[in-house]
């Protein structure tokens, strides 16, 4: 089975603070992707990356960044966290062109006050 | 402009009979459409997708249905049992989109014991 985890399922913050969000998968998958959900507005993509060291902007990359450094790993980067910013984000991946079904981790509740 | 829309926020269904649950796209260029089910707290989970060379595709209890000239796909769920209420999300994907899924924002089906 994919496995997908992501390391925090709970976090509190301060607005203001620089916050990390890992994500590790370990099926060798190309792709991976965070998103954000919020109620009323579905999955909305932050930033994806299809390669160790690449990236793209998603539909919503303000107020993030991401890193990619090892294929197994993706972290998304709050760099100055605001309380618009709580929410629940999610990290997916996928073999590159394998009818597109991303595996997505258990998600991380961020609230930031 | 949303492209993947799923009109009704909620559908409520009594144990043993259909949830029908629909989807409508406006991006000519998607080929490949998902379902992917979430409980609070966790990561959505892959359901079933469909090709659109295909205009139906079935997996055990639920059977996804595909319309081209109407942009519009549904999942039937048969018979609808309580494990089954959660939020179900629509996605859609391109060809060559670097396994991009675009979602729609999602159905909290509940359904009555």
């Known amino acids: 089975d994919v496995k997908v985890t992501q390391s925090s399922r709970y976090l509190v913050k301060r607005t203001g603070e620089k916050v990390f969000l890992e994500c590790v998968q370990d099926m060798d998958h190309e792709n991976m992707f965070w998103y954000r959900q919020d109620p009323g507005l579905g999955l909305r993509l932050i930033y994806f990356s299809y390669d160790v060291k690449m990236k793209e902007k998603g539909d919503i990359p303000e107020g993030y960044s991401v890193s990619r450094e090892k294929k197994e790993r993706f972290s998304l980067i709050l760099e100055s966290a605001s309380t618009n910013q709580t929410s629940m984000y999610l990290c997916?991946?996928?073999?590159?062109?394998?009818?597109?079904?991303?595996?997505f981790g258990a998600g991380t509740r961020l609230s930031v006050l | 402009d949303q492209q993947v829309k799923q009109n009704s926020p909620s559908l409520s269904v009594q144990e043993g009979r259909i949830s029908i649950l629909n989807c409508d796209y406006t991006?000519?260029?998607?080929?490949?459409f998902l379902w992917y089910k979430k409980y609070p707290a966790e990561g959505p989970t892959f359901l079933i997708s469909i090709s659109s060379i295909k205009d139906k595709n079935e997996d055990g209890r639920f059977t996804v249905f595909l319309n081209k000239s109407a942009k519009h796909l549904s999942l039937h769920i048969v018979p609808s049992q309580p494990g089954d209420s959660a939020v179900y999300f629509c996605a859609a994907s391109a060809t060559g989109a670097n396994s991009k899924l675009t979602f729609g924002k999602g159905i909290t089906l509940s359904v009555r014991p």
């Open positions: 991006n000519s260029m998607f080929d490949y």
């Open positions: 997916a991946s996928t073999l590159q062109g394998v009818l597109n079904i991303q595996y």
